[in-house]
């Protein structure tokens, strides 16, 4: 009997280049500094805290559909402090989910339908582009140019149509570290004025700004957020991306919708896990301050070993990924050629730009994850030096 036809959504698409990467890193016994998770551990007080539920009686059962209510009401707290403005409704206006790309994937799932245009700001996480095409939607992809990774708000405004459901932001941006400006903000608010087009902000690097420059949230800008879906990630924030707890903060309206697919696609987030970060939450409350001098130091000490080295280094004003030119080393090899040798003969494992791209465009670039310790830095850019 012949076997059934399957008629693939996603034909196009193979395995994430994060997930390839750590496996060649794996095979090749290589520094992974490919895929974006540090590794040290989650602070101590946070690890106690879920050794502390994990052995509760009565933290083993679903949580309630929107997150516990004690940890919605505590990111409502901190929304309030860091941003300076009113705390969202924990009711009605946060929702806990499994991790963002849950938050993101869900938000697509709920607003975009067959036809709906979604703007790209591009490089872009990989995720996007296929978690719109999956809602029938269409990805209009808008170029960022290096070395900035600024948006033009003309190109921006000139992607724009009637048909435009949905613009999607990053900042602090994953792969360049770009930051968003309180004027970038205002240049949209002013683009989306009068019409229907709903914000969707990935803001999980919030609190990994550097050299004094604050992370501008779309929360802080009234009719931006009254149009907008907001996501944050415990996972980048506390070190523990394989926590998968992130959250999604949005109006009333919107978040209706949200939870209407979040109730269908996961329900609800590991149960001690959240009472765990509702601890560490309402017990040191200012963690997030101390993310830029944690994180800093790091990113310099990386530009400095690899200041004498061959690789062209990009400003990296956010998050925890620094983007280098290789072509004083190799100007022929494509990102993928050029990161899959580093890997094996250097020993390196890095992630090319390229993959952020939907149609693999080589702008010669690799991106280096940073989050990791002093020894596995120096180690790393010992290697790199000898390119």
Same mark, same amino acid.
């Given at each position: 009997?012949?076997?059934?036809?399957?008629?693939? !959504?996603?034909?196009?698409?193979?395995?994430?280049?994060?997930?390839?990467?750590?496996?060649?890193?794996?095979?090749?016994?290589?520094?992974?500094?490919?895929?974006?998770?540090?590794? #040290?551990?989650?602070?101590?007080?946070?690890?106690?805290?879920?050794? /502390?539920?994990?052995?509760?009686?009565?933290?083993?059962?679903?949580?309630?559909?929107?997150?516990?209510?004690?940890?919605?009401?505590?990111?409502?707290? !901190?929304?309030?402090?860091?941003?300076?403005?009113?705390?969202?409704?924990?009711?009605?206006?946060?929702?806990?989910?499994?991790?963002?790309?849950?938050?993101?994937?869900?938000?697509?799932?709920?607003?975009?339908?067959?036809?709906?245009?979604?703007?790209?700001?591009?490089?872009? #996480?990989?995720?996007?582009?296929?978690?719109?095409?999956?809602?029938?939607?269409?990805?209009?992809?808008?170029?960022?140019?290096?070395?900035?990774?600024?948006?033009?708000?003309?190109?921006?405004?000139?992607?724009?149509?009637?048909?435009? /459901?949905?613009?999607?932001?990053?900042?602090?941006?994953?792969?360049?570290?770009?930051?968003?400006?309180?004027?970038?903000?205002?240049?949209?608010?002013?683009?989306?004025?009068?019409?229907?087009?709903?914000?969707?902000?990935?803001?999980?690097?919030?609190?990994?700004?550097?050299?004094?420059?604050?992370?501008?949230?779309?929360?802080?800008?009234?009719?931006? &957020?009254?149009?907008?879906?907001?996501?944050?990630?415990?996972?980048?924030?506390?070190?523990?991306?394989?926590?998968?707890?992130?959250?999604?903060?949005?109006?009333?309206?919107?978040?209706?919708?949200?939870?209407?697919?979040?109730?269908?696609?996961?329900?609800?987030?590991?149960?001690?896990?959240?009472?765990?970060?509702?601890?560490?939450?309402?017990?040191?409350?200012?963690?997030?301050?101390?993310?830029?001098?944690?994180?800093?130091?790091?990113?310099?000490?990386?530009?400095?070993?690899?200041?004498?080295?061959?690789?062209?280094?990009?400003?990296?004003?956010?998050?925890?990924?620094?983007?280098?030119? #290789?072509? &004083?080393?190799?100007?022929?090899?494509?990102?993928?050629?050029?990161?899959?040798?580093?890997?094996?003969?250097?020993?390196?494992?890095?992630?090319?730009?390229?993959?952020? #791209?939907?149609?693999?465009?080589?702008?010669?670039?690799?991106?280096?994850?940073?989050? !990791?310790?002093?020894?596995?830095?120096?180690?790393?850019?010992? /290697?790199?030096?000898?390119?």
């Amino acid at each position: 009997m012949a076997l059934p036809t399957i008629h693939s !959504k996603l034909p196009d698409v193979g395995t994430s280049i994060f997930s390839v990467m750590t496996q060649l890193a794996q095979e090749c016994g290589a520094i992974n500094l490919a895929q974006g998770f540090p590794d #040290y551990d989650p602070p101590q007080d946070l690890q106690a805290a879920l050794a /502390r539920h994990a052995n509760t009686s009565g933290h083993h059962q679903y949580a309630p559909m929107p997150g516990l209510p004690r940890l919605r009401e505590a990111i409502a707290r !901190k929304t309030a402090r860091v941003y300076g403005v009113p705390a969202p409704d924990a009711a009605t206006e946060i929702t806990v989910t499994c991790g963002a790309t849950e938050a993101l994937y869900a938000v697509l799932a709920a607003v975009v339908h067959p036809g709906d245009e979604v703007l790209v700001l591009e490089p872009a #996480y990989d995720l996007y582009g296929p978690a719109i095409r999956l809602q029938g939607g269409v990805p209009v992809y808008v170029p960022l140019d290096a070395p900035t990774f600024r948006p033009d708000w003309n190109r921006v405004q000139a992607a724009l149509t009637p048909r435009t /459901r949905l613009v999607m932001l990053n900042s602090p941006h994953n792969p360049s570290g770009a930051v968003l400006t309180a004027e970038d903000l205002e240049a949209l608010t002013a683009l989306l004025t009068n019409t229907n087009t709903l914000v969707l902000s990935d803001e999980v690097y919030e609190h990994m700004v550097f050299d004094g420059i604050p992370h501008r949230s779309v929360l802080q800008h009234p009719a931006l &957020r009254e149009r907008a879906f907001v996501l944050s990630s415990f996972g980048k924030t506390y070190h523990a991306t394989g926590w998968k707890v992130g959250y999604c903060v949005a109006p009333p309206a919107l978040t209706t919708e949200l939870r209407r697919v979040h109730q269908f696609l996961t329900f609800a987030v590991s149960t001690p896990t959240q009472h765990a970060l509702a601890d560490v939450l309402e017990a040191n409350p200012t963690h997030d301050q101390e993310l830029p001098a944690f994180y800093q130091p790091k990113r310099d000490l990386f530009r400095a070993l690899l200041a004498e080295s061959r690789f062209e280094l990009l400003p990296a004003a956010g998050g925890y990924f620094q983007l280098a030119r #290789y072509a &004083r080393i190799s100007a022929t090899e494509t990102g993928v050629a050029f990161a899959q040798r580093l890997t094996r003969e250097a020993g390196v494992a890095v992630v090319p730009v390229s993959a952020f #791209y939907h149609n693999s465009h080589d702008e010669g670039l690799i991106r280096f994850c940073f989050a !990791k310790q002093e020894a596995t830095l120096r180690a790393a850019a010992a /290697r790199l030096r000898e390119l």
